[in-house]
C-alpha cells in the first residue's frame, strides 16, 4: 500500500500512524496497535493533571489526528497561547494551512507533506509571546515553552516520516 501511495506522490497514513504511535503512544492508552489508532497526544504534559484527572489549568494540550490521505490534524486547545504574535501567524502561515481560532482558547490546522516547516514558525511566535514583554497570562510563563519545545519535537517527527 505505501508503495502504491508512494508512487502517486502521497504519503502513507500507516507510516506516519506508525512514527507518531512509537514516539508520543495513543491517546487513548486502550490502544495496542499503530494501525488502531489515529489520535495521539504530542504535548507531553500528560503529568500536569490536577486529582480529578483532567489538565491544570496552565496546560496547553495538544493532539494530532492523522487522516486518510496522510495529512495531520493539530489541535491546541486549553491554555492556548493567542497572543499578538500567534494572530499574526495565523493570519499569515497559518491561513495557508487553514488555521482557526474561532473557538477561544483553542487552535487547529492541517499539515501536510512538506508543510512541516510551520511547526517551527509557530513554535517562534508561541515564544515571541512571552519573549520580553507583557503577556495576558501569567501562567504562559510556563505554558508557551512548553508548546514550542513540543511543535519543535513533532517537526522532528514529521520530517522523520515526510522526507
Known sequence: MGNFLSSLGLPDPYALQKALFDKYGPADKRKKKAE???????????????????????????????????????????????????????????????????????????????????LLSLAAAVKQVVGGRKYSTPSFKYTCPRVAGALAELKNTLDSVWV
Open 36 to 118: 488502531k489508532t489515529s489520535i495521539f497526544r504530542v504535548d507531553g504534559c500528560e503529568m500536569y493533571t490536577g486529582a480529578d484527572g483532567n489538565p491544570l489549568s496552565h496546560v496547553c494540550t495538544m493532539f494530532v489526528e492523522v487522516d486518510g490521505n496522510g495529512g495531520l490534524r493539530v489541535s491546541l486547545n486549553g491554555n492556548v497561547p493567542l497572543d499578538e504574535p500567534v494572530q499574526l501567524w495565523i493570519k499569515t502561515i497559518g491561513s495557508g494551512l487553514g488555521a482557526s481560532s474561532a473557538q477561544a482558547p483553542a487552535l487547529s490546522f492541517t499539515l501536510r507533506k512538506g508543510q512541516q516547516d510551520a
